[in-house]
């Protein structure tokens, strides 16, 4: 059984602040991988993805990832109150099919 | 552009009766995919199709579940004798190549209650 893990939260974090999520997967073959944002009743929607090891970066968002450590994460700076939300960590294992963790639930406090 | 869109947005249902499920995916997307969500959970992956034909249907639950592409566009999910388990928001992505590895763009979803 391939896993991905995430601490389900709720994670609170006040507003400006940085806001850090993670994700551990255990397929070492895993070759992408995607944090999507899902707001109360609606679907996910892509913030990042990342294919090497190392930080990739776009505006206040930033993914990070240890293929060594089987790690990626998610920071987003200067977290802002519409930044709440459901954040779910993604795995391709098989080339196409997404493998989701339960997501982490965010919360900017004003 | 117009995004993944499905319909309906909302269908209630009996226990044993059948539901169809469409989803249309972005122009010029070959790749099709079904999940089906859970509260509290996160998407899980229920079929994936090239162009016409279905390449992995491994995530389907049972055979009361079906899934057709014929012209390597509009995808239906097809549910036969509903059960209350099958309670769960259905999506459906597409991403632009046939082989995966590339972005998965979810479209809205359906809700599906069976009563």
């Known amino acids: 059984q391939k896993e991905v893990e995430q601490n389900s939260g709720p994670l609170s974090v006040p507003e400006g602040a940085i806001a850090s999520l993670n994700c551990t997967y255990s397929?070492?073959?895993?070759?992408?991988f995607f944090w999507y944002r899902q707001y109360s009743g609606k679907s996910p929607e892509l913030i990042m993805f990342?294919?090497?090891?190392g930080d990739k970066e776009d505006g206040r968002f930033t993914a990070q990832l240890n293929k060594a450590s089987q790690y990626v994460s998610l920071l987003i700076r200067d977290s802002q109150p519409s930044d709440s939300a459901t954040y779910l960590c993604a795995v391709d294992n098989s080339g196409y099919a997404l493998n989701f963790g339960k997501g982490t639930s965010l919360l900017v406090t004003p | 552009g117009a995004g993944v869109s499905q319909t309906p947005s909302n269908k209630v249902t009996e226990k044993g009766k059948y539901v169809e499920l469409r989803c249309d995916p972005i122009s010029g997307h070959t790749a099709l995919y079904w999940y089906r969500q859970s509260l509290g959970q996160g998407p899980e992956f229920l079929i994936y199709f090239q162009g016409t034909g279905a390449a992995d249907d491994s995530g389907l639950p049972n055979d009361r579940f079906f899934a057709v592409r014929p012209e390597g566009s509009v995808s239906t999910l097809k549910i036969q004798r509903t059960e209350r388990g099958d309670s769960a928001v259905y999506l459906c992505?597409?991403?632009?190549?046939?082989?995966?590895?590339?972005?998965?763009?979810f479209g809205p979803g359906t809700r599906l209650t069976v009563l």
């Open positions: 990342i294919y090497s090891n």
């Open positions: 992505a597409s991403s632009p190549r046939d082989r995966g590895g590339d972005t998965q763009y």
């Open positions: 397929d070492r073959g895993s070759q992408s």
